[in-house]
């Protein structure tokens, strides 16, 4: 059984800094590419920024110089740097990841999510 924990969200005011940490635990063959994704109240999921195995990155244009992703694969550990924030940045954060695990086939799996909110 595969899981993906995310940590690190909370209240915070605007202009400031969060730093989320999603571990992938369980039966992993290969860890491929993982990411975050956001959903605002009453809007859909967006992609926010994705990293590769081998660390090649991209961003949504609205994080883009404000939000840096990074991971750490001996620990199976993503992490969403997220400075400068603003009131929109405020939505239920998930990470996911491609993975191969016990079942042999590559699949996306998806964090239970954490809430982040900005003050104004």
């Known amino acids: 059984q595969v899981q993906l924990v995310e940590s690190g969200g909370g209240l915070v005011q605007a202009g400031g800094s969060l730093r989320l940490s999603c571990a992938a635990s369980?039966?992993?063959?290969?860890?491929?590419?993982m990411g975050w994704s956001r959903q605002a109240p009453g809007k859909q999921r967006e992609l926010v920024a994705g990293?590769?195995?081998?660390?090649?990155?991209n961003y949504a244009d609205s994080v883009k110089g404000r939000f840096t992703i990074s991971r750490d694969n001996a620990k199976r550990t993503v992490y969403l740097q997220m400075n400068s924030l603003k009131p929109e940045d405020t939505a239920v954060f998930y990470c996911?990841?491609?993975?191969?695990?016990?079942?042999?086939?590559?699949?996306?799996?998806w964090g239970q999510g954490i809430q982040v909110t900005v003050s104004s």
């Open positions: 369980g039966n992993i063959f290969r860890l491929n590419t």
């Open positions: 990293i590769t195995s081998g660390g090649n990155t």
């Open positions: 996911n990841a491609n993975l191969i695990g016990g079942s042999g086939y590559l699949v996306n799996y």
